[in-house]
């Protein structure tokens, strides 16, 4: 008779749910056997279900191939919210229809698949911009004006010209033909992509500061408010890393 690790193998070798090898392995009675078929059909329907996402997270890119555009770049940011740090841009031009299994919104993606997923596109872009706009410019001309210059210098650091750009829920000024679009890191492959970028990039940055500023924690709250970062600035003072016009630095800075 068949191993069941036999079978398993077999199984493993099917991707189809329409598979007429089904039926002989349903037939089997074992309990192993009935195991192993329940949690490939499960593996395979996963398959499926992130190729829909995808294809869906595809849609605004599959508009814009059909009147012609070719370069498509992405724009997102991260970091508007930190108390200290600066706000990062990314700008992806990934190929045609490209799929990547796993990509989302950065604040979707588990913290622990970011690296993996982030390594995956810049495998698979046709092109990757950065733009960063430090804290001083941030309370100079304030983080909306801020966010926008990081996403222009973010496409001016790009090696090739996109002939069109998706932006997450920001307009910039640039002759470009562009679309912003609410939560679309959420709903456009291409932003996504830029989340992440933008997201790895900026972590990576603020690991680093955190050891340049022991006791704020920034490795771990990449400059947020929390609990760690907050006794940080009590006992330690703030930092030249710090936002002087957010809360509670700026008052901390009227005080000296």
Known sequence: MVTVKDIKAQLAAISELSDPRWAD?????????????????RAIQAEIDEDLRLEKMLRYEK??????????A??????????????????????????????????KI????????Y???MQKALAVGIGIIDNQVIDRVNIYEATKLAMLAALEDLDCRPDFLLIDAMKLDTPLPQQSIIKGDASSLSI???SIVAKVTRDRMMIDYDEQYPGYDFAHNAG??????????????????????????KSMVEKE
């Open 110 to 117: 588990p913290k622990s698949k970011h690296e993996a997923i």
């Open 192 to 194: 996504a992509a830029a």
């Open 224 to 249: 947020y408010g929390t609990k760690a970062h907050l006794t940080g600035l009590d006992k330690l003072g703030i930092t030249p890393i710090h936002r002087k016009t957010f809360e509670p630095i």
């Open 25 to 41: 392995f349903e037939a089997d009675a074992r309990a192993g056997v009935q195991a192993a078929v329940k949690q490939r059909r």
């Open 119 to 121: 390594e995956q596109v």
């Open 74 to 107: 992405g724009i997102d940011e991260v970091g508007r919210g930190p108390l200290a740090g600066p706000v990062v841009a990314a700008c992806v031009i990934l190929p045609k229809n490209c799929k990547i299994k796993r990509l989302n919104d950065s604040k």
């Open 63 to 72: 508009e814009l191939y059909a009147q012609g555009y070719e370069a498509i």
